[in-house]
């Protein structure tokens, strides 16, 4: 589904990524942009209290994550480097949407057990990332689980604007639970996806054991 979403708006913003190019703008340019973006919708708004604001602003430097990778196969610029700084960026962005979160349950949201859920959810999605990354170092695949990267953005942006709307609307701070309840149910997902990551690589690595030829 993710990778369709893509292609759809790979095609939106290809106009933008040509002209981006013309007027010399690099592809690790706009990754980078678009990070700090994602950072500072987290990071300023949220432990403000400004949620349905920070997922808004999120949402927009989101859009930057499918124009570098339009501008680089545009311009053939396509390269090791690209795609190692785009994979780090991406989880400093991921890392900086839940301590937002976190952060704002210190302050406004006032609840120290859900600063943990938050802190939790931010470990296991590194986790989670990493192990699909050294899965590959090693020459076997771990892309399986539950709860990928996209699944777990698009969840949380979505349940956190949705519930500040709710709550903007008269539904009072009852309908911020949902935010809560989104937070636990990704915590569950990110264990079981490590755990099946963790399965799928000690198999492929047994097989490969009883395959290789005796000296």
């Known amino acids: ?32 942009v678009g990070t700090l973006g994602v950072c500072a919708g987290a990071l300023v708004f949220f432990p403000q209290g400004l949620l349905l604001v920070g997922v808004l602003v999120i949402t927009a430097f989101v859009f930057s994550d499918i124009v570098d990778g339009n501008m680089a196969r545009l311009s053939g610029r396509v390269s090791p480097f690209g795609a190692f700084l785009d994979s780090t960026l991406d989880r400093i962005a991921d890392a900086a949407v839940f301590a937002g979160l976190a952060m704002y349950y210190v302050g406004p ?43 777990r953005l698009v969840s949380i942006l979505v349940v956190t604007g949705l519930a500040d709307i709710a709550n903007l609307l008269g539904a009072g701070e009852d309908a911020l639970w949902a935010i809560p309840v989104t937070l636990g149910a990704l915590a569950v ?26 000296a």
């Open 189 to 214: 997902a990110s264990t079981i996806t490590v755990f099946q990551r963790v399965l799928t690589v000690r198999d492929q690595s047994r097989a490969l054991e009883t395959t290789r030829p005796v």
């Open 1 to 32: 589904m993710f990778e369709r979403f893509r292609a759809f708006w790979g095609g939106v913003f290809t106009p933008i990524a040509r002209l981006l190019l013309k007027l010399g703008v690099s592809p690790d340019a706009v990754t980078l």
């Open 109 to 151: 949201g006032d609840n120290e057990w859900l600063v943990a859920l938050c802190l939790y959810d931010l470990v296991m999605g590194s986790v989670t990332s990493y192990a699909r990354a050294r899965a590959e170092s090693l020459g076997m695949e771990a892309k399986v689980g539950i709860a990928e990267r996209a699944t």
